[in-house]
């Protein structure tokens, strides 16, 4: 763990991995006394970033984080969205032959174990899942598509995440959804927050529309 200053009311928490970034975060969201001294918690994927409230000094900050840093990783407590997903992507029989499994059992892992929101970035609404099936752990494609639709679904390292937009990407694609993932006349505009758990569930075609 290395504790690095940001700005005048920010500490920076370096991690070794995500699951101890997962971890750490749930531990200061449930700290009643971390409540009176954080604005904000902000999970990355090696990171968490602590921004004290106004007039609380960052050594103050630099106190929770020896607890919040050794805690066990907790049980999900946060809101659970159900994804329905056509599993149609262009990259499925990839990810077969990538994991060993057959295209249904590639379904059958993605969909039989919940993810966990782990943080967000790249663009406005796109989250990064942790937790799924370790065994669809494959990389990203060699190379990355000039444009990926809104709502596609896939995999790359140890996450899963749905695009909110199309954009330029290189994540092996599973399948699609019809969900609005982020929408700014909606509160808050990200429909998967950090903490919330996530359920994929297989459709047909006939459903998504």
Known sequence: MNLVPYGDRGLLVELPGTAEVVACADALRADPAAAGLLLDVVPGARTVLLVARPGVGVDRLRALVPAAASAP??????????????????????????TGLDEAAVVAAHTG??????????APGFAYLVG???RLRVPRRP????RVPAGAVGLAGEFSGVYPRASPGGWQLLGRTGLVLWDLDRDPPALLAAGATVRFVAVEAEEHR
């Open 132 to 134: 799924g099936d370790p």
């Open 73 to 98: 990783a907790a049980v999900a407590e946060g809101p659970e969205l159900t994804v329905p997903v056509v599993y149609d992507g262009p990259d499925l029989a990839a990810v077969a032959r990538l």
């Open 113 to 122: 174990t919940p993810w966990r929101v782990a943080f967000g970035g790249f």
């Open 143 to 146: 190379e990355p598509r000039t």
